[in-house]
Structure formats: structure tokens, C-alpha cells
């Protein structure tokens, strides 16, 4: 069952669901070093300001070579230095000092693509952290995503809209947010009217 987990302004909500259920189990259990991989609009970030917020930790958005850090900390950063030098010293740093570090990325460097750019004790000292993964949605989250960025641009359509647009699109979070932006313009070019007709136009 799939649940909205307010976070304060309606900008910021996030669809609780099985695709992301482990992601959140882990970061509610408050492990010393964690990693969340997920993809692109998955919804990394907003859990970044969620549980850095309830937890009063500080997010940082790069890796800095200035390491003096002296409490947990969250890293949200999509695409990691795994081949710098520097991304693995951060990383020591927080290990040797026993200081807690969460990261928040779309890189999976268990992917061979990936994991073969890496530098080998980088990838050792990951793969020692508690990590999760966010799943690409299924057609149920894909529907809440699609009338969920909807209802940010304050618009309502009918249910027959979002799953003819589905129809098309490939399961991926960015392309939930790609086909809300679509069905916006052809209610924007079509004064505010849209039926299945236009959406199998625009696609086809």
C-alpha cells in the first residue's frame, strides 16, 4: 500500500512504496554509514532533507577537500568523483574518525559500466556501508508520480489522460516528470482542453 509522507510543503512530498521502502527502512534505523542509490527524481533528496532535519545532521552537496567534520553527515550527490583520489580520503576520513556518513546518489557502482572507472579501495570502502537501492517505478507509483507532478502545477486530469500517457513512456521516475510537463503543454496549447485523441497525436 502506497502512503504520502508529508514533509511540510506540498513541493516536498514523497509517495512512500514498496519501490523505495527499503531506501527508508535504512535510513530510520540510523546506520552509522549508509548509501541510497537511486535514479535520477527518485525522490533522493527530499529523504536527504527529511531525515537530515528529524536527525539534525547537515547536508553537503560536494565532496570537499577541507575535512573537518565533526558530526554525521549526509552527502547528496547524484554522480560521484569515484575516480578522484580526493572522494576517497573524504571517505576515510569519516571511517577513520568514526563520524557517520549517509550518501545520496544516482551513481550504482555495482554496475560493471561503473565499477570499472573506479579506483579499487574506493569501491572496497563503499561496498563495506549499509546500502539500499530505490527501484525504478512500477505502473502504480508511475500513475501517483504522473498526477503527483501534476497536482504541483496545479492541475487535475482524468485518470484515462495519465494512463494513455503511461502508454508511451518508458518506467522511470524522469519520465513520470517528462509526461506531467507534456500533458501541461497541450492543455496550455489547446485552451485548457486535452482528451486521448491529443495525447496519441503528441506521441505517435
Known amino acids: 500500500m502506497q502512503s504520502f509522507l508529508n514533509l511540510n510543503s506540498t513541493s516536498n512530498e514523497i509517495i512512500v512504496s514498496n519501490e523505495n521502502s527499503l531506501a527508508i527502512k535504512l535510513l530510520e534505523n540510523k546506520k552509522k554509514f549508509s548509501i541510497i542509490i537511486g535514479p535520477e527524481k527518485s525522490g533522493k533528496s527530499i529523504l536527504a532533507k527529511k531525515f537530515s532535519k528529524l536527525y ?19 552527502l547528496d550527490m547524484n554522480e560521484l568523483p569515484l575516480n578522484n583520489d580526493y572522494f576517497f580520503h573524504f571517505i576515510q576520513y569519516f571511517i577513520a574518525n568514526n563520524i557517520g556518513l549517509t550518501i545520496f ?20 570502502r563503499l561496498k563495506s ?12 507509483l508511475l500513475f501517483k508520480l504522473i498526477e503527483k507532478f501534476l497536482m504541483y502545477k496545479s492541475i487535475s486530469v482524468s485518470k484515462d489522460i495519465i494512463q494513455a500517457t503511461m502508454g508511451y513512456i518508458n518506467r522511470t521516475y524522469k519520465e513520470a516528470f517528462i509526461a506531467s510537463e507534456t500533458i501541461n503543454h ?3 496549447n489547446n485552451n485548457h482542453n486535452i482528451n486521448l485523441s491529443l495525447i496519441r497525436q503528441h506521441y505517435e
Do not use: C, M, R
Open 186 to 188: 497541450l492543455l496550455y
Open 56 to 74: 539534525g545532521l547537515n547536508i553537503v552537496n560536494d565532496v570537499t577537500k577541507n575535512l573537518n567534520f565533526q558530526n554525521s553527515t549526509f
Open 105 to 124: 546518489t544516482s551513481s550504482d557502482f555495482f554496475k560493471n559500466e561503473i565499477k570499472s572507472l573506479a579506483i579499487p579501495d574506493t569501491l572496497s
Open 129 to 140: 556501508f549499509n546500502i539500499a537501492h530505490i527501484d525504478d517505478p512500477k505502473d502504480d
